[in-house]
């Protein structure tokens, strides 16, 4: 099983500030992707094959990375962003998600 | 527009057995690269992935449960099911269906939350 370490777990953060999240695969993986879980409501595709924004994602997020490190970046955040960001991998079975990054502001 | 739900029992007893459906529309589970996966939440932890069941029949489980889980598919029907069986109080979660294309989930159910208490 591929296990994926996110850090911060937690980030607080201003609004107009960059931030970066990051995840980190204990075996290289071809894409990762991201979701936004805000409050209690139901993950959404955020960014999918590594730097690809998914439908009515605004284009202050950005992802990159390769191999076992991939990163997600806010540039310029707003109140909205305020959720927990959860990275995934689907190289290899099982599908597995890291362990998110709650992210305040 | 592809929309799933999810719908099964919402209190169980440890030792039974977990039946869920997710309904979809949308999409079919007969178009070649589609598959349905069931992921879970337990509250205050992260997602755990459990199984999945593609356009072809093929299916994959994660084997932390795999014992434990049988997923299948009605495909005139649009929906997809999970059983797991022997619950305990670890199997307390949210419980949402999604669709995966590129094996990444592109669209998921609202959740149905599901406890397990004695």
């Known amino acids: 099983e591929i296990v994926i370490i996110q850090s911060p777990t937690t980030m607080a953060a201003s609004p107009g500030e960059k931030v970066t999240l990051t995840c980190r695969a204990s075996s290289s993986v071809s894409y990762m992707h991201w979701y936004q879980q805000r409050s209690d409501i139901s993950p959404k595709l955020w960014i999918y094959?590594?730097?690809k924004l998914a439908s009515g994602v605004p284009n202050r997020f950005s992802g990159s990375g390769s191999g076992t490190s991939f990163s997600l970046t806010i540039n310029s955040l707003e109140t909205e962003d305020a959720a927990t960001y959860y990275c995934?991998?689907?190289?290899?079975?099982?599908?597995?998600f890291g362990g998110g990054t709650k992210l305040e502001l | 527009q592809v929309t799933l739900k999810e719908s099964g029992t919402g209190i169980l007893q440890p030792s039974q057995a977990l039946s869920l459906t997710c309904s979809f529309s949308?999409?079919?589970?007969?178009?070649?690269?589609?598959?349905v996966s069931w992921i879970r939440h337990p509250s205050g932890k992260g997602l755990e992935w459990l199984a999945d069941?593609?356009?072809?029949?093929?299916?994959g489980y994660n084997p932390a449960l795999k014992n434990r889980l049988s997923i299948s598919k009605d495909t005139s029907n649009n929906q997809a099911f999970l059983r797991i069986t022997s619950v305990d109080t670890a199997d307390t979660a949210t419980y949402y269906c999604a669709r995966s294309w590129e094996w990444y989930f592109d669209f998921w159910g609202p959740g149905t939350m599901v406890t397990v208490s004695s």
């Open positions: 995934q991998q689907g190289n290899t079975y099982p599908w597995t």
């Open positions: 069941i593609c356009w072809d029949d093929g299916k």
């Open positions: 094959e590594t730097s």
């Open positions: 949308g999409f079919s589970l007969s178009t070649s690269g589609i598959c």
